[in-house]
DNA sequence: CTGAAAGCGCTTACAG
DNA sequence: CTGAAAGCGCTTACAG
């Protein structure tokens, strides 16, 4: 509750605190910004008028004092899902850290360059790029090339030169197919994706590892190839579910293939999923509209957000002091998620299974 | 093409744009703020300057000296589609306006009051919001109460209190219907949107009217209730098309249910559009997911969220330096998008009609 | 551990 | 029409 007020714009500054507090406007600072050489006692006091005046640092005139850190991220297709959820993260952290975002569309090879060329010259002083352009080697080879910071966002396969923010796609693909065979699913059909993206690959992988382990084959027949997009899946679906003998469960590489597969399956007047169990992947909102709602992945894209521009900071921030780019990997959380597409008689409630490594 | 740069970040500053103009900080300030005062000749030299040396201000250091501008989005359940594109465009708008976005995310009515407080005290100067909640009396008469500057944005019925950007809905439902009727169908079916939202009431309001000035006829068998998701857009679309005859195109309120009703028309194995054409509104991204693609009307979120926080920037400028509040109402354009699930044969190419009123 | 001074890049009055 | 000075709210060296 913000009561006590000085500056026309009602908010308090940092000297208010430190009127408040009987301190330097120095140590205010220390304190927000969490200096060790301020003693407990004071930090306390500090801390204390920092609530009473419900003081929030204004981060224009910090960013204005240590240099403006100008983020830019390079997005092509992503999507509108993943945007506005890794949009959503990553402002949240650009306010915290006194970053300034700037966006930039492309599409081809072509356009790509001139996008990175617009960020440059809008002086951004490193680069967030989400899918597809984290698997692009043109991209972040020439973004290394002008020594320019970056954090490739969910990509599966991270280049050890590059920063990176990603789930286990391996491990999340797995966990799916161990909770369809324990669900008593040994048919299983697959639709692969787009074989550009490094999550497709591992994925996949991961499918036909953990089916061989729990000793169960899978005939060529039921994989089928997709591309991640809803047409793709309408086509690949039509293949699995038209064969003379059906799988008893799809997963699909993606929530939009999936979404494809119940209308492929209700087309053919299949009940999912008591006749055909459908899975996905991503858990975008398409997997919480559709009908019934998927079996999915969740990916913790917004914290994806944050945690790239963290790492982006950082990058910045070390380069500025001159240090070598310490290239980071950061694997965040996955959830498998249960809902109706994978549970049939309506009994089971929907529930969500915690797994992957645990943010600190 | 940025070259000659001088500060350790590598970026130009207004006294490196002065010093190479000839000029003060002062006078480069007055260019690049626009202001009349300056003659034709030095504004032409700053501006070769500021061309030479890459130059772009510093937003931070802007804001810092005017005053930190923060602009709250408050934000309940829009489609990620919706939320996304609105991000994009605010933020694009917030760095030229030299705004810092917060955003902040509620439920129901009373983390919606929570959300407002929690942004009052990151001291923000004025608020947008966005659908559903821009219908939402309560909000934003606890807004107009505290004296919080807001702009409602896509609501169909703009309270004459409060600022609003949107498009014309009757006008576009009534665009949508014509086409219908020029395409040669007279028996149309219309689903309905949630009757909570303003702009489902115009929606219907448009389509019917329309139809009456076509001399056509709805029987009140057309007509199903729908509720804007997907889910609901099954059952209203099963409705329509389980009857003894079927009308030969449907209008559906939002993409959302038109992709639901697709879904349904293949379930029954009718061709889209050849035994039944289905029309949505929105242009969200599921419009050009689906198979066939959604024919639809566009609503250029982008803009809108730039619009808005144009409006509201505006809003708050004008309440600092002690004007009454001018409520303004901006419609934005919208577009007519022609695609495949209205167009048979495979012959016509899909194609965009521009109406509505023109951005100057 | 704490503080007085200077300065980040820009704009707001105030002069000319 | 143009500029010198002061200051936005904060942090970075530099002292104690």
Same mark, same amino acid.
């Given at each position: ?38 003693? =407990? ?41 993943? %945007?506005?959820? +890794?949009?959503? /993260? ?63 966002? *969910? ?10 923010? &990603? ?35 591992? &994925? ?23 591309? +991640? ?21 799809? +997963? *699909? ?7 494809? *597969?119940?209308?492929? *399956? ?14 996905? +992947? ?27 521009? =963290? %790492?982006?900071?950082? %990058?910045?921030? /070390?380069? &500025? ?15 498998? =998620?249960?809902? =109706? ?20």
């Amino acid at each position: 509750m913000a009561i006590d007020k000085t500056r026309s714009n009602g908010t308090a500054t940092l000297y208010d605190v430190a009127e408040r507090a009987n301190v330097s406007g120095m140590t205010v600072s220390r304190v927000i910004n969490g200096s060790a050489h301020v003693s =407990e006692k004071t930090r306390e006091k500090v801390m204390q008028a920092v609530e009473e005046l419900g003081y929030q640092v204004n981060v224009a005139a910090r960013v204005a004092r240590v240099g403006t850190l100008r983020v830019g991220l390079l997005y092509s297709n992503p999507s509108a899902a993943f %945007l506005s959820a +890794f949009l959503v /993260g990553a402002m949240g952290q650009c306010n915290r850290s006194g970053a300034q975002l700037f966006l930039e569309h492309c599409d081809d090879m072509k356009s790509q360059r001139k996008a990175i060329e617009r960020l440059i010259s809008q002086g951004v002083d490193g680069m967030l790029v989400p899918p597809p352009l984290c698997d692009s080697r043109s991209a972040l080879k020439h973004l290394k090339e002008i020594g320019m910071p970056a954090v490739a966002v *969910a990509t599966a396969k991270p280049s050890p030169q590059v920063s990176a923010v &990603r789930i286990d796609d391996y491990d999340g693909a797995r966990t799916m197919t161990r909770y369809l065979i324990e669900q008593g699913h040994s048919d299983i059909g697959f639709i692969k994706g787009d074989p550009e993206h490094t999550p497709a690959q591992l &994925r996949y992988q991961a499918f036909m590892d953990t089916m061989h382990e729990a000793g169960l084959n899978v005939p060529a027949e039921r994989i089928s190839q997709g591309l +991640f997009t809803y047409r793709s899946g309408l086509l690949a679906a039509r293949e699995l579910l038209s064969q003379a003998t059906r799988p008893t469960a799809i +997963f *699909a590489s993606n929530d939009d293939m999936a979404a494809a *597969a119940i209308s492929v *399956a209700h087309g053919l007047h299949l009940h999912v999923p008591d006749d055909i169990a459908i899975a996905g +992947f991503d858990d975008t909102p398409v997997a919480s509209t559709v009908w019934p709602e998927l079996t999915t992945i969740h990916q913790p894209i917004g914290d994806m957000g944050s945690a790239s521009v =963290e %790492l982006l900071v950082e %990058l910045i921030k /070390g380069r &500025r002091s001159g240090e070598a780019p310490a290239i980071q990997h950061r694997l965040m959380p996955y959830t498998l =998620e249960v809902r =109706e597409s994978t549970v049939g008689g309506g009994l089971a409630p929907a529930f969500t299974v915690q797994v992957g490594p645990q943010v600190s």
